[in-house]
């Protein structure tokens, strides 16, 4: 995935967020994400079951309701 492609994902996520049908729930699921950059990034209810987050920065991400079953979470940074 490219970083424009996650770019667009997580933009058309906001804009789900926020109710607007022009949006789309974020699916990462199975996207190989490490050692990304998603410090405070809101990925709440985001689709990221089985993705690689090794590594990754999730520092201040809002992870609620968010599925992470069998997400590879290692070495994530996941302060605040």
């Given at each position: 995935m490219t970083p424009e492609e996650l770019?667009?994902?997580?933009?058309?996520?906001r804009?789900?967020?926020n109710g607007d049908r022009a949006g789309a729930r974020?699916?990462?699921?199975?996207?190989?994400l490490s050692e990304v950059d998603?410090?405070?990034?809101?990925?709440?209810?985001?689709?990221?079951s089985e993705a690689d987050l090794f590594q990754a920065d999730l520092s201040r991400a809002k992870l609620s309701e968010a599925d992470l079953?069998?997400?590879?979470?290692?070495?994530?940074?996941?302060s605040e």
């Amino acid at each position: 995935m490219t970083p424009e492609e996650l770019t667009e994902i997580l933009r058309l996520h906001r804009l789900w967020q926020n109710g607007d049908r022009a949006g789309a729930r974020a699916d990462l699921s199975g996207a190989k994400l490490s050692e990304v950059d998603l410090s405070g990034a809101d990925l709440s209810r985001a689709k990221l079951s089985e993705a690689d987050l090794f590594q990754a920065d999730l520092s201040r991400a809002k992870l609620s309701e968010a599925d992470l079953f069998q997400a590879d979470l290692s070495w994530a940074k996941m302060s605040e």
